[in-house]
């Protein structure tokens, strides 16, 4: 029999959106709506749910069809192997969070996406300036979240910017390291002077995903050549 998935429910958010000179239709969630998925525990237990990763609060959430499609949030059970959401397969990284699958192999290379409220100082003659580097600046309607439909109205009305930070990490073993020449050179000791050549040659780029990619495949196939 199915485990039943353990359930909490989910705070409201509390952030809302702030005007941008250049609008983004992006949304605090990963796929454009709730789809069915499979939670599957390392018992190879699986439980199913209409699914969606949250960006903002970092949770996997899904919808109460019972109770108005309000959404809930899936406990982040230790037990939990991998959640599959269509073609996309997302792993628990550290405390907090998931992060998608983006290149299969005996080292699995991943992304974690976070979206966070952009904090802001005054510049010179009152211009506002970041604290930090901005990947991405985002804004949303919660009017039109999925599910949602009962968050307060006052939110949409009061926006607030947004910062999409994008990290790699490399998994093997269950175990998931930022995707840094360091940790790559150190999950493939059995073949880094081969590794450590093509980073050279290819003037490796460790934020850049095609590079990533590219190097991970490349890492993956010296590994299974020695098997």
């Known amino acids: 029999m199915k485990r039943l998935i353990i359930l909490v429910f989910c705070l409201v958010l509390c952030w809302g959106a702030q005007a941008q000179i250049r609008f983004s239709a992006e949304s605090p969630f990963f796929n454009d709506e709730f789809k069915v998925g499979f939670v599957h525990f390392l018992d190879g237990e699986t439980g199913s749910a209409e699914l969606n990763y949250n960006l903002v609060t970092q949770e996997m959430q899904f919808l109460d069809h019972q109770n108005n499609n309000a959404v809930l949030t899936l406990v982040r059970d230790p037990n939990i192997s991998h959640i599959t959401i269509g073609t996309d397969t997302f792993v628990p990284v ?4 998931f992060a998608v699958v983006i290149q299969n192999g005996p080292v699995t290379l991943l992304r974690k996406k976070h979206l966070v409220r952009e904090e802001r100082q005054k510049g010179a003659f009152g211009t506002p300036t970041t604290t930090a580097a901005v990947d991405v600046v985002t804004q949303f309607d919660f009017n039109s979240m999925v599910g949602l439909s009962s968050a307060p109205t006052q939110l949409a009305a009061r ?6 930070i994008t990290e790699y990490f490399l998994m093997r073993d269950r175990g998931a390291v930022l995707a840094t020449r ?36 490349f890492a993956n196939s010296l590994l299974m050549a020695k098997r």
Do not use: K
Not at 94 to 97: I, M, V
Not at 159 to 164: M, V, W
Not at 187 to 208: A, H, K, T
């Open 182 to 217: 360091r940790n790559f050179l150190r999950l493939y000791r059995d073949v880094r002077s081969q590794l450590e050549r093509f980073m050279n040659e290819n003037n490796i780029d460790f934020q850049n995903e095609q590079h990533l990619r590219g190097l991970t495949m």
């Open 94 to 97: 550290g405390r907090q969070g």
């Open 159 to 164: 926006p607030i910017d947004y910062l999409a």
